[in-house]
């Protein structure tokens, strides 16, 4: 009998009655939330073990007494490093003759650059010197002086070996757009933009005290930020708000990514361009290669100027697209701003969007610190994390470090011993069920490197019960209600959860929960190793039985 290629016919056919219990994978795409500062939301997907159609529960969780669920999300398995740099290492004959060849030319590149940046550093002094109201626009004759270092800036692209750059696309003006937003791949596309727009940027506050670059970019106008400053950010919004309403600014240029990536993704829009809701001009920047790869990434500068001083040409390319406005019925929401502008930003360059962020870098930079032989696998796609968690980057550092410290294997891989060791508990029941909450694959160890401990303990650390349950435990512990719990306290509350603890292993979690070491437990210390160690909340589940199901009522 033929086969039925109908395209009503199952493309596979139902499995075998005995077929093997199987890891369920279901896709859904998070609604975006308002209130983030991430503009792309990624898919994610809701991991559980399935025995014959049913959920396999036989762990009791532990935290369920505070609202947390077993079959907490966690993103698919991440393979992309949006950080990396392709030729980190000099690769092949033909670099290394290449290379032999240019070190003289180099040698002349590097003198134009330090004439130049010499040169250009004396004119934006001279436009800068005696200027004291600087939050107005910069006088015309101000503005005249910095050509001259705008000029300079071209010349040094042009010892970088960018002798031509191919433009396509129309800037806008700058009533029509006041700001710009472009992907970032090098130190390159600021000093490219400096020559062709000489905009307002805004920047880290550490560029201010670089030497030479400190100065030149004062004269940008440069609106500075603290990215984990909640009032500085909302600061530099204003001052976007306010440049952008005046034409007597320059144009405003943002870097959305808010780092450099490698180019072959593009990462998740802050909102800050996108927030003041004036129309935006995209421009996307490439740098077509065979033998050197120009993004930042873990390279370090002397490093990148060393390769981009040594080629005959580096080529880049800079596409100014169509202007991307607010739809009016919904003007107040910059995160579909934003991901209208990040979509054809992508769109144009080829690339997918990932949620990654600079969070991962800093998550990468960590890794790397503590020695790990494969730093790029503890990324978790920060703004993915950020808003589904609540939880921040520098919170994540924190994870990632608790969790290097249980010594993973090469492969990321934690063993249950390590796991109680860094937590200082012993082996019993409520350990195994702490464990196995975090071990949602059922294999006996932490899997997908660092993903599960820190969005299990973030999937903790985010229920609204969880810092009544602290201060409650807290006030429970307390039993003399000085104010602090003393070692027998501690002793009285964890022993009802594991039973038969020695003096040693008290010692271990008192000296845990005494973050400023006086040998007394304040609210203060008890909250903070609470919220750095947010799984051991389960010890107190027995303190808080009855407590916990009047939470849970109210709940």
């Known amino acids: 009998m033929a ?86 290492n000099i690769a092949g004959l033909y670099e290394f003759v290449k290379i032999l060849i240019c070190l003289p030319i180099a040698l002349v590149r590097v003198a134009l650059f330090g004439l130049c940046l010499a040169v250009g550093y004396m004119a934006t002094y001279l436009a800068l010197h005696g200027w004291k109201d600087k939050e107005n626009p ?47 791949i090098s130190y390159v596309e600021p000093i490219f933009f400096f020559y062709e727009l000489f905009p307002t940027i805004v920047a880290s506050e550490l560029h201010d005290s670089m ?59 802050q909102l800050g361009a996108f927030i003041p809701g004036y129309p935006v001009q995209p421009v996307i920047v490439r740098y077509p290669h065979v033998h050197f790869d120009q993004s930042w990434g873990h390279v370090t500068v002397p490093k990148l100027m060393f390769r981009m001083f040594t080629q005959f040409h580096n080529f880049m390319e800079v596409d100014h697209l169509p202007l991307v406005s607010p739809h009016e019925n919904r003007k107040e929401n910059a995160i579909h701003f934003a991901q209208m502008t990040s979509h054809l930003m992508a769109s144009s360059l080829n690339v997918v969007q990932t949620s990654h962020s600079y969070g991962d870098f800093m998550l990468f930079a960590k890794a790397s610190e503590l020695n790990q032989e494969n730093p790029s696998q503890f990324m978790v796609e920060m703004a993915w994390v950020e808003s589904s968690f609540r939880i921040k ?11 290097l410290s249980m010594n993973p294997d090469p492969s990321g891989h934690v063993e249950m011993h390590d796991f109680l060791r860094v937590l200082r508990l012993k082996p019993c029941s409520l350990s195994e069920k702490i464990f196995g909450f975090i071990d949602v ?20 650390l985010k229920q609204p019960l969880f810092k009544q349950a602290c201060e409650l435990a807290f006030t429970e512990c307390d039993i003399d209600g000085k104010n602090c719990i003393l070692k027998q306290e501690l002793r009285d509350a964890v022993t009802l959860a594991v039973p038969n603890m020695g003096e040693d292993e008290i010692s271990g979690i008192h000296s845990l929960f005494d973050v400023d070491g006086d040998g007394k437990i ?21 303190r808080l039985w009855y407590t916990g199901l009047s939470i849970a009522d109210h709940r």
């Not at 991991?47 to 609202?67: A, D």
């Not at 970088?160 to 700058?174: D, E, M, N, Q």
């Not at 160890?445 to 973030?458: E, R």
């Open 393 to 403: 980057a520098l919170e994540a550092i924190d994870f990632l470090e608790i969790f």
């Open 138 to 184: 910069m006088p015309k004759w101000r503005c005249r002086l910095m050509w001259v270092t705008r000029i300079c800036a071209r010349l040094i692209l042009f010892s970088f070996g960018y002798h031509w750059i191919k433009r396509k696309g129309k800037p806008a003006l700058r009533e029509i757009a006041p700001i710009v937003v472009s992907n970032h």
């Open 441 to 460: 694959e059922k294999m006996g160890k932490i899997t997908l490197a660092g993903n599960l401990f820190l969005l299990g303990s973030a999937h903790i």
């Open 211 to 269: 030497p030479f670059v400190g100065t030149i970019i004062r004269a940008m106008q440069v609106i500075y930020v603290d990215r984990f400053s909640r009032s500085s950010r909302k600061h530099a919004v204003n001052e976007i708000k306010r440049k952008a309403s005046c034409n007597g600014f320059p144009q405003l240029l943002l870097f959305p990514e808010g780092t450099t990536t490698n180019g072959r993704l593009l990462i998740s829009f």
């Open 522 to 542: 304040s609210e203060d210390d008890f909250v903070s190793c609470l919220r750095r160690h947010p799984l051991l909340i389960a010890l107190f589940f027995p």
């Open 3 to 88: 086969e039925d290629h109908s395209l009503s016919t199952p493309l596979l056919s139902a499995p075998p009655a005995d077929y093997p219990s199987h890891l369920v994978i279901n896709v859904q795409d998070p609604d975006p939330d308002p209130t983030e500062s991430t503009a792309i939301q990624s898919p994610s997907i809701r991991l559980h073990r399935q025995q014959n159609g049913v959920c396999n529960n036989n762990t009791l969780n532990p935290f369920e007494f505070i609202g947390a669920h077993e079959d907490f999300e966690v993103p698919s398995s991440i393979t992309i490093d949006p950080f990396r740099n392709h030729t980190l």
